[in-house]
């Protein structure tokens, strides 16, 4: 049987990177994205022409309804889903607590958390035991924020990854004997496209010399660890973070 994997936010970043190596490593990858469908149809094209197995499926995670058409959409083109990383995520402006509106914390929670959420709720639908599943594999994105905080950059951001942590910790447990394990990988400072998404486009080379590596990550050092963590290799890990941050 095929592994089928949904990678959410897979069409630039980590979630990008991991697309390419669980791709290689045998699993069938729908390549969600929001907006850039460019760019989600380049990664599709790098695993097929590796001889992989891709398709690429928008979606807001933010927004319900696309959600469902989403997993919908998986299960017609891909089959039963075995697993799924959590990876979209945003950032906003920096800013401090007593500036932000409740619009941008209301989008904040939306995607970061209650995202996560839906798609772990059609995931889990789909993969436990208890629902006919054969079992499956999710992975969370946190960040090294949740243990920072981000103060006077995005205080909101950090607390949505905290949220992101309980929830990891939660339903692991809950549904330990049905089959999935459920864990969290926590990236530091990754060369990405999201700090300049938050208008700090070098904020992570500036914060660099803070790391005890004294470098920032790449995408694909922290999409290892989420495959590693998807794989038969991690078969009694569940409930767990794994720190990809240079020991910052
Ligand atoms: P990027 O900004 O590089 O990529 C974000 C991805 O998420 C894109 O594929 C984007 O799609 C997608 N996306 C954004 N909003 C939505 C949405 N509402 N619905 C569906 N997809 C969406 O992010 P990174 O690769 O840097 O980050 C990936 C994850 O890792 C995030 O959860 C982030 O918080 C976390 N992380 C990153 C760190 C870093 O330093 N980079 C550090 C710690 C954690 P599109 O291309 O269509 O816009």
Redesign the pocket.
Known sequence: MDQVLLI??????????TALQAARRGWAVAV??????L??DEVVRSIRAAGGSAITV??????EA?VMAMFEKVDAKLGRLTALV??????DMQARVDQMTVARLERML???VI?SFVCAREAVRRMSTRHGGSGGAIVN?????ARLGSPGQYVD?AA??GA?ESFTVGLAKEVADEGIRVNA?????????????GGLPD??FQLAATVPMKR??S?DE?ASGIVWLLSAEASYVTGTFLDVTGGR
């Open positions: 959410t936010g897979a069409s630039r970043g980590i979630g990008a990177a969600n994205y929001a907006s850039n469908s760019a989600a928008q979606a807001d995670v933010g927004d696309q959590n990876n979209a995520g945003v950032v939306r995607i970061n995202g994105l946190s960040s090294a924020a951001y949505s990854k992101i990988v926590r990236p530091g400072l990754i060369d990405t496209e999201i700090h300049a998404s904020r992570a920032t990550g995408a922290v």
